[in-house]
Nanobody, 128 residues
Framework: QVQLAESGGGLVQAGGSLRLSCAAS????????MGWFRQAPGKEREFVGA??????????YYTDSVKGRFTTSRDNAKNTVYLQMNSLKPEDTAVYYC???????????????????WGQGTQVTVSS
C-alpha cells in the first residue's frame, strides 16, 4: 500500500507559479496512476489531471480549465510526482490532493473513487 504526502502549497499572486510535490512510499510506485484533485470551499472535488507510466513514456491528462497552465511529472527514482502550476488564477484557489490508483482506464475517464490512496492535501491560495 502506497502512502502519499503533499507539499508546496502556499499563497501566490495571480499570474504566479507554484510547484506541488507528492512524495510516495512503496516499492511499486511506478505502477500507480497518479492523479491530482482539488476542492474549493463549497464545491465538489474536481479532477485536475493525472499521469501514468507507459511503454512509450509518461502519459498525462488535464482538465480543460488547467490545460496549458499545469503540468504533472514524475520522478520514479525519488518516488515523487509533481504538479507545476503556472499562470495561476484566483479560481485555482483550493486544497490540492494527490492520489494513487491501480485501476486501468483512459486517463480522462478517471473519477475520485478510482483512487484508493490519498494525500492529506495542501492549500493553494491565489490572490487577485
Amino acid at each position: 500500500q502506497v502512502q502519499l504526502a503533499e507539499s508546496g502549497g502556499g499563497l501566490v499572486q495571480a499570474g504566479g507559479s507554484l510547484r506541488l510535490s507528492c512524495a510516495a512510499s512503496g516499492r511499486i510506485f511506478s505502477r500507480y496512476v497518479m492523479g491530482w484533485f482539488r476542492q474549493a470551499p463549497g464545491k465538489e472535488r474536481e479532477f485536475v489531471g493525472a499521469g501514468s507510466v507507459s511503454w512509450n513514456g509518461y502519459n498525462t491528462y488535464y482538465t480543460d480549465s488547467v490545460k496549458g497552465r499545469f503540468t504533472t511529472s514524475r520522478d520514479n527514482a525519488k518516488n515523487t510526482v509533481y504538479l507545476q502550476m503556472n499562470s495561476l488564477k484566483p479560481e485555482d484557489t483550493a486544497v490540492y490532493y494527490c492520489a494513487a490508483s491501480t485501476v486501468s482506464r483512459v486517463l480522462s475517464d478517471y473519477v475520485a473513487p478510482d483512487f484508493g490512496t490519498w494525500g492529506q492535501g495542501t492549500q493553494v491560495t491565489v490572490s487577485s
